[in-house]
């Protein structure tokens, strides 16, 4: 039987397990919102989903409570992605659990995660003493909120994309901090900040800044946002290259931020912006 995100512990009340429970992971496939943009057989695009993970805690074999942040990077290309609450519940159920040290969180933490999610996962634990090097930043590139435009659609409009292409292509990176979608289940907001990076016919900036505002009352998860963001400026502006990436702003401890491109690039790093 395949999961659906209605039968996630999203929107209902949970007793919170403190001792280790690797069932808790809700997996659900990525391929049922993937059907809806038109994507089957070979991705067109390749990726990570960035987790970082900042109410980690567990006891040491003498009882003493440890901390720590996670950083999780799920390839996109893994068949499920891991429903948000369900994951902070199986993070809370380390709190009362003993373990020897942080390798051995680390393995449980690398097997239940891939075997969630159906690929290998990379895990970076940082502890107290590596907090003081934890950077901040903010997503390079033209800021598209400058432009004083009037908005009155707030659901996704591929049709507001456009680029010119009657002239020489160019190289741009673009961003935006107006990006909002909610909740797929509980129609509880997500906020984040979207970096557009493309090699094409130059997109129109106005009418790209009305579609992502587009997004203000769409109900859809993070990953699934992204991946239609990424999809809809293929179809409609026709980049050679192109990678967005966004970060979205915490929800009980947990932060996700996809980035999805179909060009060899660095990965982007993993700077918590402001609003993190």
Known sequence: MTNTPDQSPLGKTSAYQTEYAPELLFPIPRQQKRDELGISGTLPFFGVDIWNAYEISWLNMRGKPQVAIATIT???????????KSFKLYLNSFNQTRLANTDALLTLLRADLSAAVGSPVHIALSTPEAFSSVKMGELDGVLLDRLDIEIDQYTPAPALLSANFAEAMVEETLTSHLLKSNCLVTGQPDWASVQIHY????????GLLRYLIGFREHNEFHEQCVERIFIDIMRQCKPTKLAVYARYT??????????????????????RTARQ
């Open 74 to 84: 799920v390839p996109a290309d893994s068949p499920n992605i891991i429903e948000s």
């Open 199 to 206: 090699v094409g016919p130059q997109i129109d900036q106005e």
């Open 250 to 271: 915490r929800r009980g401890g947990l932060d996700i931020n996809p980035w999805r491109t179909n060009f060899s690039t660095a990965r982007p790093l993993n700077l």
